[in-house]
Nanobody
């Protein structure tokens, strides 16, 4: 069983930065891919960053150049560095890990970008 716990969300002004963390308990060394989704009120959940087992990363155009996903194997933690935040980045951010046969999700951490 894998549990994911996100942290690092909060209120930030436009142009600011936040770093989200996703701490995993349980074995995720055989992951296929892991990453971050977000969901804003009234909108569908969308992928914002993913990293595959080989290290390849994937970002949508809306965050490319501003968000960076990384992983600390020793700490079993996934990160999302978010820079140059915009009002439209406001959402609940979830991390996930895909182990192939199973996928696991965290409970989410709120990011609010407001002046």
């Amino acid at each position: 069983q894998v549990q994911l716990v996100e942290s690092g969300g909060g209120l930030v002004q436009p142009g600011g930065s936040l770093r989200l963390s996703c701490a995993a308990s349980g074995s995720i060394y055989s992951f296929k891919d892991m990453g971050w989704y977000r969901q804003a009120p009234g909108k569908q959940r969308e992928l914002v960053a993913a990293i595959a087992i080989g290290g390849r990363t994937n970002y949508p155009d809306s965050v490319k150049g501003r968000f960076t996903i990384s992983r600390d194997n020793a700490k079993n933690t996934l990160y999302l560095q978010m820079n140059s935040l915009k009002l439209e980045d406001t959402a609940l951010y979830y991390c996930y890990v895909n182990l192939g046969l199973d996928s696991y999700w965290g409970q989410g951490t709120q990011v609010t970008v407001s002046s």
